[in-house]
């Protein structure tokens, strides 16, 4: 498992939408677009209901998340990172990381979910594996 990278870490911290791939029961790419945050080392994303990335990580957990960054690279391209990892499903404490998350999405005085006792819906925690993408986090020139 790598490190993640400071510069890595302060984008997955950013407010950015990160995209979420998973895999359908056919083998296809499913995606959608996430909050997230850092636990220690993990990436975290919390979903209410029992949707088709939850059900997709709790069969295989093979994800890939990607963020794009505010900078250029030396070649003028927008930077981006990509981050291969493993995924696990923890039930419960969604709602509490949607409130965590939406202070850094929406802003400190957001209530989110904007509902009363909402459900406790799941937690996706993913392990990186492998760093990519197009910035300071490749520790390559660009």
């Known amino acids: ?13 950013s407010g950015r939408l990160a995209h979420m791939v998973t895999i359908n029961p056919d083998g296809s790419p499913q995606v959608t677009c ?7 080392d993990e990436i ?9 990335k939850v059900k997709n990580v709790e069969r295989d ?3 890939v998340i990607s963020l794009e960054g505010a900078d250029d690279t030396e070649l003028g391209l927008r930077e981006y990172l990509v981050v291969r990892g493993l995924a696990v499903v923890q039930q419960g404490g969604a ?22 006792d909402p459900p406790p819906g799941y ?3 993913t392990t990186p594996e492998r760093i990519g993408g197009a910035g300071p986090w490749t520790g390559q020139a660009v």
Not at 1 to 13: H, I, K, S
Request: hydrophobic share 45%; glycine share 6%; aromatic share 6%.
């Open 61 to 63: 957990p093979r994800v």
């Open 95 to 116: 709602p509490e990381l949607l409130q965590r998350l939406a202070r850094v999405y929406l802003g400190a005085d957001v209530k989110f979910p904007p509902m009363d």
């Open 44 to 52: 975290v994303s919390g979903h209410l209901p029992r949707n088709q």
């Open 1 to 13: 498992m790598p490190n993640l990278p400071p510069d890595a870490r302060v984008l997955l911290e």
């Open 123 to 125: 937690v996706i925690r």
């Open 34 to 40: 996430v909050w997230v945050g850092l636990d220690r």
